[in-house]
């Protein structure tokens, strides 16, 4: 089946930086590639997505790339803001498989 | 538009009993669900998955059993629960098995 890594698993950075989290996956007939952000006690949510037959996406500070050759994908937060801090999950979807596996998670910690 | 709900929010139960966690989704027909079993500041556990009325897919094998008795309902159920039953528990749907899976906000189970 399909095996998706996430890195890293705790993430610090300063009010106004940047953060990248990536993902790798195993499955290259997988097609699709959710990220979620999960506050505390929350459920996870949606926060952008991309389809294969795209590299790059952005809605306002936030960005996820792919790069299907190497199998992995990345979203990427500018301008963090202390509102940003929750646990992010990266997910793939498998039209083989036909069923979606998520990464371990991410916890992001932005200090102000 | 599409909802998702679950019942109870919070539920407290001694090792032994059973358990009975619903989840309904409203707006939509025919939605794929998914119950999802989440431990303490860990990753997503898919438990079981439904593409139907009826139609039941363990991912793990435990003492959990699910059932989709109506086409918008799902249940999770348990004949004796164990300690180790405790987390978060949420419940997803989706329009298919390769499409966006969008969150309940969940079930904190604490067995005693």
């Known amino acids: 089946g399909e095996n998706v890594e996430q890195h890293p698993s705790t993430l610090s950075v300063q009010e106004g930086d940047s953060a990248v989290i990536k993902c790798t996956y195993s499955?290259?007939?997988?097609?699709?590639f959710p990220w979620y952000k999960q506050e505390l006690g929350k459920r996870p949510q949606l926060i952008i997505d991309?389809?294969?037959?795209?590299g790059e996406k952005k809605d306002q500070r936030i960005a996820v790339t792919l790069n299907k050759t190497a199998k992995h994908f990345s979203l990427h937060i500018t301008e963090t803001q202390p509102e940003d801090s929750a646990v992010y999950f990266c997910a793939t979807l498998s039209g083989g498989y036909q069923k979606v596996t998520f990464g371990t998670g991410t916890k992001l910690q932005v200090i102000p | 538009s599409q909802t998702i709900h679950q019942w109870p929010a919070t539920l407290v139960q001694p090792v032994g009993s059973p358990l009975s966690l619903e989840c309904t989704v409203e707006?939509?027909?025919?939605?794929?669900l998914y119950w999802y079993r989440q431990a303490a500041g860990r990753g997503l556990q898919l438990l079981f998955y439904s593409v139907g009325i009826g139609q039941i897919s363990s991912e793990v094998p435990q003492n959990l059993s699910a059932s989709r008795p109506q086409d918008r309902q799902f249940i999770l159920s348990s004949k004796k629960l164990l300690l180790s039953d405790s987390g978060f528990y949420l419940c997803?749907?989706?329009?298919?098995?390769?499409?966006?899976?969008?969150f309940g906000p969940g079930t904190r189970l604490l067995v005693l």
């Open positions: 991309i389809r294969s037959n795209v």
């Open positions: 499955d290259s007939a997988s097609n699709y």
């Open positions: 707006g939509t027909s025919n939605p794929n």
């Open positions: 997803a749907w989706s329009v298919s098995v390769i499409e966006t899976q969008y």
